[in-house]
């Protein structure tokens, strides 16, 4: 049975940085492009980043350079690391699975492209 379980949410200050986790089992997480997603409040699902099954990464444009998005395959676990984060990056986020092992389906965020999601994290960002 597929499961995702993020953890590593909270409540930090702007500037502050935090390290979601998404620990993955019934699959091997090394054959599997990986995405994380975050949904405010009174908005649309949004991509963040991506990885592929090589470990190519994507990031939307606004959050590359402050957003690391990585793997521990040996841990079966997918990581986004976030630093000087913003008010705006208060949203619930959620780790996703490609459909597709050994593929990397395009655009690497669109949400169609996963079919596998986590129960979310919490992250709050106070100004």
């Known amino acids: 049975q597929v499961q995702l379980v993020e953890s590593g949410g909270g409540s930090v200050q702007a500037g502050g940085s935090l390290r979601l986790s998404c620990a993955a089992s019934?699959?091997?997480?090394?054959?599997?492009?990986m995405a994380w997603f975050r949904q405010a409040p009174g908005k649309e699902r949004e991509g963040v980043a991506a990885?592929?099954?090589?470990?190519?990464?994507f990031y939307v444009g606004s959050l590359k350079g402050r957003f690391t998005i990585s793997r521990d395959n040996a841990k079966n676990t997918l990581y986004l690391q976030m630093n000087s984060l913003k008010p705006e990056d208060t949203a619930m986020y959620y780790c996703?699975?490609?459909?597709?092992?050994?593929?990397?389906?395009?655009?690497?965020?669109?949400?169609?492209?996963?079919?596998?999601w986590g129960q979310g994290t919490q992250v709050t960002v106070s100004s």
């Open positions: 996703a699975r490609q459909r597709l092992a050994l593929s990397f389906l395009t655009p690497p965020l669109a949400p169609e492209n996963y079919n596998n």
């Open positions: 990885i592929t099954y090589t470990d190519t990464t």
């Open positions: 019934g699959f091997a997480l090394s054959m599997y492009s």
